[in-house]
């Protein structure tokens, strides 16, 4: 299975960009890689997911280089709101092993 | 699209008592659903794995006969907690995969259901 290891907290600064990265170095072929946000005492919310190389939508950027063995995400410009725990999830629907990051929490700061 | 609710959103027992968990995706059918634990200031730890019409699958260390989990319908999903004690006290979270949707990889999260044991 495998394993995800983020780092434990991050501050920034509103306006800036920010970058999370989870290592997964036992991740499997068919695993994808998705990452979520979550606040307190709430459901975690989807992000964005990839499987390989560049993915960005209107909220994030991922990036998983070749050996897709991390993945970074990518917050273009941080707000207060933004702060909360940032997740990655890695996993297939084929063998429903899900493993999560041991998960960030960011900090924004004025 | 892809709304998730659970209820309760939280839930104080007594020991040794049941309680029922009841996960519905909204405005899609989910064959497969997913049951989550979180501690406080932990990560999400995947329970088991529900399908529709067919016995759940547990992951290492969850009991099953402690964790029941009934999918009966492409709509809902419900996990009880028999003979609760305060160690199951926890924040339980289910989760549902669109199949039809193009990121049918992604999984859709409730609320979650906060469950104080006392």
């Known amino acids: 299975l495998a394993k995800t290891t983020q780092p434990i907290s991050m501050d920034s600064y509103e306006g800036q960009e920010v970058n999370i990265t989870c290592s997964h170095n036992?991740?499997?072929?068919?695993?994808?890689i998705t990452w979520y946000q979550q606040f307190p005492s709430q459901g975690p919310r989807f992000i964005i997911q990839g499987y390989k190389t560049k993915v960005t939508n209107e909220v994030a950027s991922l990036f998983i280089p070749a050996d897709r063995k991390s993945s970074t995400l990518s917050l273009p410009r941080v707000s207060l709101s933004d702060t909360a725990v940032y997740y990655c999830l890695v996993g297939f629907s084929g063998t429903y092993k899900y493993i999560f990051g041991t998960g960030t929490r960011l900090k924004v700061l004025a | 699209g892809a709304v998730v609710s659970q209820h309760p959103s939280r839930v104080i027992c007594k020991s040794g008592t049941s309680v029922k968990i009841e996960c519905r995706s909204l405005d899609f059918q989910a064959t497969t659903m997913f049951w989550y634990r979180q501690f406080p200031k932990q990560s999400l730890m995947l329970m088991a794995t529900s399908n529709e019409g067919s016995k759940a699958t547990y992951e290492q260390g969850v009991e099953k006969d402690k964790f029941l989990i009934n999918h009966a319908s492409l709509t809902l999903s419900t996990l009880t907690v028999t003979s609760a004690h305060p160690e199951d006290s926890s924040f339980y979270i289910c989760?549902?995969?669109?199949?039809?949707?193009?990121?049918?990889?992604?999984?859709?999260f409730g609320p979650g259901t906060r469950l104080l044991v006392l």
């Open positions: 036992n991740i499997a072929t068919n695993d994808y």
């Open positions: 989760s549902a995969r669109d199949p039809l949707q193009r990121q049918r990889e992604t999984q859709y």
